[in-house]
Nanobody, 124 residues
């Protein structure tokens, strides 16, 4: 059964922090690269951060040095720690796995299925 459940979003002032969580089904998570994506109003969904099955990470330039992606393989959960938040980080955040089942990809190709996402709003 495919499942992606994001949580942890909210309203925060610029400069603040949030920690997002994504509980994934084992079929998506195990031995697979995972990614966090975001979609702002009127914009396309973009990859924010990725983590391989071995824990190697990659970040979009816009979040590098501020966001940290991590995973807990025992819990089938991926996290996104977001610090020094900016108003331009406002978006709905989603997680997904790599449908090619490449555990080593820094640019995962997401499954067609998406969870409900979690809203992050950063006020100036």
């Amino acid at each position: 059964q495919v499942q992606l459940v994001e949580s942890g979003g909210g309203l925060v002032q610029a400069g603040g922090s949030l920690r997002l969580s994504c509980a994934a089904s084992r079929s998506i998570f195990r031995d697979n690269a995972m990614g966090w994506y975001r979609q702002a109003p009127g914009k396309q969904r973009e990859l924010v951060a990725a983590i391989t099955s071995g824990g190697s990470t990659n970040y979009a330039d816009s979040v590098k040095g501020r966001f940290t992606i991590s995973r807990d393989n025992a819990k089938n959960t991926v996290y996104l720690q977001m610090n020094s938040l900016k108003p331009e980080d406002t978006a709905v955040y989603y997680c997904n796995g790599d449908k090619r089942r490449s555990g080593r990809s820094w640019f995962p190709t997401p499954y067609d299925y998406w969870g409900q996402g979690t809203q992050v709003t950063v006020s100036s």
